[in-house]
Every structure is written in structure tokens, then in C-alpha cells.
């Protein structure tokens, strides 16, 4: 289990290609997408490891996002087209916080049309690119935290901790409308997924100039994963307790 700090660019099959080419392993996978223009923690799992890519997939987020007011894209970031301007009223770093607590609890979201959901199989933003738009239907989320990091020049900073399947994009959209404007999110992090945090994650180039020594960071990951609430619902933990702390001379846990 490799926690990544992915940079603004590459997507998620890009960084995977990357370490199946690195470290020779034909089984990796991730868990939990990020967007191209995002950056931040992105758990890849290889060998063994991806059969419990659910248990990250369904664990709880957290993001930090910035949010630019008075300007929409039909992507809801700074990758889009511009569709619409609006003047962003005068407004108060009080107004801003109180309009993001509003947003805690259950929230219904409307996945954005350039995302990886499918409807009837196929992913939205497959359609998206075809300037074909369809009907979606609202997703219950929940939104255990959403506060303001900063309020200047309309530009919003904020930090979500979120249950899985928020869209961050459409969150940023929906806090600009409340604000009486219109708004897209020029930057977002992921800090943490599940119990991996950015504090613990690497970028590939650190990974790679580390040597072999990815592959005992990897193995720790893999037993904190296996010893995850989620994760011990589903597997005897008498087949957790004896794992050593180190792995094996033949890394077959990679494979």
C-alpha cells in the first residue's frame, strides 16, 4: 500500500502505469479518484493489497479546497470553459463561514456532468465531451465538517471532511450560489483517506530516489490497512494478529 501525494497533471491511471512500470508489479490499483488538476493523497494498492481497495474506497475524506467567486466553468474547476460571470456581492469572512457550516449534515448532490460516474454504463464524462448533458439523480452525502480556512480577494479556502461519493466541484458550485453568485474550484488537496494522511504520503520521485525502502513502507501500510475497522468486519483477525511488522525477505506481500 503506497500512499502517493499526487501532483497537478498526471490522472489516476497515469500514477498507476507509473508504479507498475517502477516497481515491476503487474497487480496495482487505486483507491479513491482524484482529478487531473488535483492534487494530494492517492492510496495505491498493488498485489494482495487490491482486494481491499473497498475499504478505502468507502472510507471518509478530507479536502482542502479553493474556491474562486464570481466566475463558472462547465467542468466546476480551472480546467473548464468559462459559461457564466457574476458580480460577487459584498460579503464578510462572517457571512462566508456561516454560509459553509449551513452545508454539515446530510447534503444532496447532483454528480457534475465531467465526472467518472456511469449512468447505464457508460461514465459521464464520456458524455460530457460529446456536449451531451442527461438528468441525474441526487446522491445523499454526508458533510461532517465544512469550515473556512480564508476569505480575500473572492477567493474562498476552505477544508470538507466528507463521506464517500463528494464531488467537491459541485459543493464549491453550490457555496457560491448560496453566496448569490457563481464560482469553480481553482485548487483542491486531498489530506486524508481513510487513515492515510498527507503527512504520511510520498510523491513518485521521492518514492523512486528512496531505493528499496518504498517496500517496508508499503508493508506497514498494508497491515494498518488490514487491521482497519472496515477491513476486520470482513477478515479473522486471528489472520491480522500474527502478521510480522516487517515483511518477509521475498516481498511476496507485493505480489
Known amino acids: 500500500v503506497l ?24 497487480k496495482v490499483g487505486h483507491a479513491g479518484s482524484l482529478d487531473p488538476f488535483a492534487t494530494g493523497v492517492l492510496v495505491v494498492l498493488t498485489g494482495k493489497a487490491t482486494k481491499l481497495s473497498n475499504a478505502l474506497i468507502n472510507a471518509d475524506k478530507r479536502y482542502q479546497a479553493t474556491l474562486k467567486l464570481g466566475e463558472a466553468t462547465d467542468s466546476m474547476d480551472c480546467t473548464g470553459s468559462k459559461v457564466e460571470t457574476q458580480e460577487v456581492p459584498q460579503l464578510t469572512a462572517d457571512r462566508v463561514a456561516e454560509t459553509l457550516a449551513s452545508f454539515q449534515g446530510e447534503w444532496h448532490q447532483v454528480p457534475p456532468m465531467h465526472s467518472a460516474k456511469k449512468v447505464k454504463g457508460v461514465r459521464l464524462y464520456e458524455l460530457a465531451r460529446k456536449n451531451i448533458s442527461i438528468e441525474r439523480k441526487p446522491i445523499a452525502v454526508m458533510l461532517y465538517e465544512v469550515k473556512l480556512l480564508s476569505f480575500l480577494n473572492g477567493l474562498v479556502k476552505f477544508e470538507v471532511h466528507c463521506s464517500k461519493g463528494t ?27 481513510g487513515s492515510f494522511s498527507i503527512d504520511q504520503s510520498l510523491t513518485l520521485d521521492q518514492l523512486k530516489q ?3 525502502s518504498w517496500q517496508s513502507e508499503a508493508y506497514r501500510n498494508y497491515v494498518k490497512l488490514l487491521s ?22 521475498d516481498m511476496s506481500f507485493l505480489n
Open 3 to 26: 500512499v502517493i501525494d499526487k501532483a497537478v497533471g498526471p490522472s489516476n491511471f497515469d500514477v498507476v502505469r507509473e508504479v507498475r512500470h517502477w516497481t515491476r508489479i503487474k
Open 167 to 193: 464531488y467537491i466541484r459541485s459543493l464549491g458550485d453550490e457555496i457560491a450560489r448560496r453566496l448569490g453568485t457563481v464560482g469553480h474550484l481553482t485548487e483542491l488537496r486531498r489530506l486524508s483517506c
Open 210 to 212: 528512496g531505493g528499496s
Open 228 to 249: 482497519a475497522e472496515r477491513v476486520v468486519r470482513h477478515h479473522n483477525a486471528s489472520k491480522i494478529s500474527h502478521l510480522p511488522t516487517e515483511p518477509n525477505s
